[in-house]
Nanobody, 119 residues
Framework: VQLVESGGGLVQPGGSLRLSCAAS????????MGWYRQAPGKQRELVAL???????SYGDSVRGRFTISRDNAKNTVYLQTNSLKPEDTAVYYC??????????????WGQGTQVTVSS
């Protein structure tokens, strides 16, 4: 199983980015999908989660500005980021709890995509 992220980059304060993460491989089912981020010198923190029934959860610092969604047919999760602030600068990691035929249920991570908010 592989998680591949895309959509990061450099954006000015107040701008927007849409991150995508596609899961591929021998997937039987995907439970929770989500995004975490890690800024230099800080611990990795939750950004947003979405479970298979479309129930969502957000970190306090992004609630109201970011929106998580998923396309189950494409095994893809999206993160729409709006009203970006310099403090949103971080490496954003995709996470998914996936059941496969070989390894059972495993917590997978993507390689990360850099988001930089700067003027």
């Amino acid at each position: 199983v592989q998680l591949v992220e895309s959509g990061g980059g450099l954006v000015q304060p107040g701008g927007s980015l849409r991150l995508s993460c596609a899961a591929s491989g021998s997937i039987i089912s995907i439970n929770t999908m989500g995004w975490y981020r890690q800024a230099p010198g800080k611990q990795r923190e939750l950004v947003a989660l979405i479970v298979s029934g479309s129930r969502t959860s957000y970190g306090d610092s992004v609630r109201g500005r970011f929106t998580i969604s998923r396309d189950n047919a494409k095994n893809t999760v999206y993160l729409q980021t709006n009203s970006l602030k310099p403090e949103d600068t971080a490496v954003y990691y995709c996470n998914a709890v996936i059941t496969t035929g070989i390894r059972g249920t495993v917590n997978y991570w993507g390689q990360g995509t850099q988001v930089t908010v700067s003027s």
